[in-house]
């Protein structure tokens, strides 16, 4: 039985260390799923405090057919995506440093260079990559978040999801060449002036 299974089944006889234990295990991953589908910090927060609250109201019918990692996240990214659409009708901007920094990605990740004129630059790409992402349908933006990100299997995201996996390729194909057409002028852009120096 796995660890997870076992503090499960601890909660459900009534051991609330266990739960606790579970959102200890879970809490990090959690914030940054949601982080990187609303793109807003405060509103992570509130989606992860209330994903934990309805697993901890669900846990009594929680049977084990697919595992509390994945059962967490369905509801994660339920939560998520209601809350998305709440923020979208009450305004359109989100924060890529939250995005960012759910990816764990350091600035040397994005440019080699440590220097002020490189600090510019990798504003200038994070908000860049924001509005790309932005564009994005909130289906395709969370399995974007889901495979590129949380490095989850097409399977996982579709047991995540309920669809197929058929849909979730289609779904991330769309959301990538997107967001490749999108980026392919930047690219170029980039090409150009690093031949030029």
């Known amino acids: 039985m796995s660890e997870d299974l076992e503090l499960v089944e601890r909660c459900q006889s009534g051991d609330g260390d266990a739960f606790r234990l579970l959102v200890e295990r879970y809490q990090e991953r959690i914030y940054n799923v949601a982080c990187s589908i609303v793109g807003n910090t405060e509103t992570a927060r509130d989606v992860a405090q209330e994903a934990f609250v309805r697993a901890y109201q669900a846990l009594p019918g929680f049977r084990g057919a697919s595992g509390f990692y994945t059962w967490l ?6 939560v ?7 923020e979208k009708r009450r305004h359109d901007s989100t924060s890529l440093d939250s995005l960012l920094d759910s ?3 350091s600035p040397e990740a994005l440019f080699e260079n440590n220097t002020p004129s490189s600090d510019f630059e990798r504003v200038q790409l994070r908000e860049t990559i924001q509005s790309f992402i932005n564009t994005l349908s909130l289906d395709h933006r969370t399995v974007i978040v889901l495979k590129d990100i949380e490095g989850l299997s097409q399977e996982e995201i579709a ?3 309920d669809c197929s996996v058929g849909t979730v390729k289609s779904r991330l194909s769309r959301a990538r060449n997107h967001l490749k057409d999108l980026l392919r002028p930047m690219y170029q852009e980039w090409i150009g002036e690093n031949r030029n120096e």
């Open 103 to 105: 990816t764990h990605m």
């Open 159 to 161: 047991e995540i999801l």
């Open 73 to 78: 996240y369905r509801i994660t990214v339920n």
């Open 80 to 86: 998520s995506l209601n809350m998305a659409q709440k």
